[in-house]
């Protein structure tokens, strides 16, 4: 019954806290200096059309009643219509998420399948040189910006090796030639059929994803180490060694399977921050994603799209956090 | 040195591992041109709505006008869509031929009724740029009967009231004027939208050289040639991709996946104009850079404050140490390449007669004031260098950096007291600019053209006058004439500071020609590129 009301609570917590970023991201986007209409009209526009447009808009309803319009068109799931793409909001984030999805789940398998093998290989061989090599190299990753990884990343493997195409979600032969179906282009190919767009599609998306993750892969990697490093200390460890269990069932199966828990939470806010779109790396590999939308549309005071990105980016978490609960009750005992 | 995007591309490029990358020629295909382009300004392509600088730039390449002037001489105003045209004695009544042949991707030939449905469209539909066809006193209401097809080839415009015949025609070659095919727009028009959502999302219904294939907001589009069009490019397409990081966009250009770069920063371009395997195209833009001096400021409304501003100001030395190939000094509202003008630079960094100056107005120790500018390269370093500069003739600047429409926002609500700002010509005619600089005929909130005179609270009913003449003057030397003396007193008295105008500089590889910049971003032309 407990557990029945621990979900219902956890579930509950969805629209409240949905509630309150439409509210706050709502309220910064009517108190900012910047008049929501230049957006539309421009600068050159005569003030009759300035003032047509901020009617038409309801801009000059009070405060309250704006939000309750806005609110009263998400019910209906109307997001509005972009300034910047002429497209509706709902529209745009169908076409700009999947693309970050995309590189954000590859990014996150790299991160993952790297970092948690070094962390705990670290740990198990702390103070050695293999664990300040990987320390070194987590330190150094987690703390280069990530334009640095990512231009460095383009010399030496676009540019110089020539190993790695360019910017760009795909080349320019293959542009348009598959029909969008899911938005992530790799099932698109595959879905299609068109194998070559596929190798090129994933051609294009490796030398981000491998920047994005190889940036995270360090984070993981630090994080894992510091929890294996309490657990192998753990009197459980001790009992487990002193039991005659391999080296390797020591490690995986008790000290490991004991940070599960927290590393899961670990790992699911890396993927909810790679969820709200990576801006710069989307920015230098030219990755038409959700964070270059959000900054686009922020820049050209684009409120609809911010307002509605911005939700996309709170539901994402809210929905991770959300798994993250339930994760819990399935991998800890004690919570069952 | 702060290490940036830019400095660690400069380090890293100073290696030998640069040189390796201009080996690898010819990853675009020889009938395909890929242009970098920043294009997330483009808010709708429909050609009666399109104000913004790619999207003017795109539709111009797409769409013809009836008449354009000339690039070289902007007083030779040449025929385009129409083969002649007259106007009446009265000078009310403007009357087009058409030319024969022309037809639109469509297959549909281009008529009269299609360029009098262009224009009333514009007109109707009401979006920004229609004020360039409305203040020749066209409504919604008297658009039918004052824009007339009275055959198959002959359009006939009836004025308000008497003007200058060349200011129409300047008008008429802006992209407002683009004349879309009547049949295919009014096919997918919804409602009473004429065509507008169809258009705006990345449709075209044009006669220019290319069409408009495929649009993705802030991603790439996509120009195929018009099979119809007398002479249609070589290419068999041209796509302009958006390229945010110019880092990335100089890679992409020595390594031979980008054939045009647009938006390269000026040190990159410096170090590319080195090298033969690059053409650097040059062109002036129409875009003036300037300081605003708010008249409701008691200071600053005196006129020695005015010119002391003018006075202090070291405009070689910013052009030549911040803003090398991207402005160059100068000093008059009207643009070099327009029509009257003003190429001199009277002003030049002299701070003693700064000084004097702030003195005569009774302010020998200087004053305090608030400059608001834009974050954007590289209005902020331009913003530092003026403060430095003003500095040293007593005035403490305290910079206000803003976003760009944090700071278009406050100054459209006058509550700056200086503001750094740039402004490009909306049409080739030197009104555009003279009326923005000098016409404010009601300093009220009730003012429904908020001029950038407006904006500073400057009401000289002189300026204002003599503006309204220049347009009016039928002659067009003496117009000419009559901007040059505008432009020269303006200098003296108006409160706006001029430091520089915009040019614009593309990259190409050696391979690739054809591109043609322009004055004007609705007049620069793809037509000619290709790749040998």
Known sequence: ?336 | MMLNRRTLLAALGASPLIPAARTAWAATPRDVVVMALQMDDIVSLDPQESFEFSGEEVLANVYDRLILPNLKDPTDIKGDLAESWSTSEDGLTTTFKLAQGRKFASGNPVTAEDAAFTLQRAVILNKSPAFIVNQFGFTKENAAERIRATDERTLVLTLAEKGSPSFLLYCLSALVGSVVDKKTVMAKAVGDDLGNAWLKSGNSAGSGPFQLRQWRASESMTLEPNPAHPSPPKLRRLLVQHRPDVSAQLLGLQRGDIDIARTLAPDQLAALSEDAAYTLLTAPKSYVNFLALNQNHPILSKPQVRQAFKWAIDYEGIAASITPKAYEPHQAFLPRGFPGALTDLPFRKDIAKAKALLAEAGLPNGFEITLDHYTVPPFADVAQAIQANLAEAGIKVTLIAGEQRQVITKTRARQHQVAMGLWGSDYMDPNSNSETFNVNVDNTEAQKNRTLAWRSNWKDDEFTARSAEALKEPDAARRVALYERLQRDHQERSPFVFIGQKVEVAAMKKNTTGLELALLGDRTSYAKVSKA
């Open chain 1, 1 to 336: 019954m407990s557990r029945i009301r621990a979900l219902a609570a956890a579930l509950a917590s969805v629209p409240i806290t949905l509630f309150g970023l439409i509210l706050i991201t709502f309220l910064i986007g009517r108190v900012v200096p910047i008049d929501p209409v230049l957006a539309i009209v421009g600068d050159r526009a005569p003030q009759d059309v300035v003032a047509r447009t901020r009617l038409e808009l309801g801009l000059d309803r009070p405060l309250p009643e704006q939000f309750i319009r806005y609110v009263g068109q998400l019910a209906h799931g109307d997001f509005g219509r972009s300034v910047m793409t002429s497209n509706s909001v709902g529209t745009d984030i169908a076409r700009f998420f999947p693309a970050t999805l995309e590189l954000a789940t590859a990014a996150l398998l790299i991160a993952v399948l790297l970092g948690v093998p070094l962390g705990v290989y670290a740990a198990v061989r702390q103070g050695r040189w293999v664990d300040t090599v990987i320390r070194v190299v987590c330190l150094s990753g987690h703390s280069i910006p990530i334009f640095v990884l990512a231009l460095l990343a383009l010399l030496v493997f676009y540019a110089t090796l020539q190993w790695a195409p360019g910017p760009g979600r795909q080349s320019v032969v293959f542009d348009g030639m598959v029909d969008q179906r899911t938005g992530l282009l790799l099932l698109d190919c595959a879905l299609a059929g068109e194998w070559e767009a596929f190798w090129d599609a994933l051609k294009q998306i490796a030398l981000p994803a491998l920047v994005l993750g190889l940036s995270n892969m360090a984070y993981i990697a630090r994080m894992t180490r510091a929890f294996m490093l309490e657990s192998l200390q753990g009197e459980f460890v001790i009992t487990a060694k002193a039991k005659g269990l391999s080296a390797a069932a020591v490690v995986w199966r008790h000290a490991f399977g004991n940070i599960l828990v927290r590393l899961l939470t670990v790992i699911v806010l890396t993927y909810a921050g790679l969820l709200e779109g990576a801006v710069l790396t989307e920015t230098i590999f030219s990755w038409p994603g959700l964070g270059q939308y959000l900054t686009g549309s922020l820049l050209n005071a684009d409120m609809n799209a911010v307002l509605g990105a911005t939700l996309v980016v709170g539901l994402t978490y809210v929905v991770l956090n959300l798994f993250s609960d339930l994760m819990y009750r399935v991998l800890d005992p004690r919570v069952r």
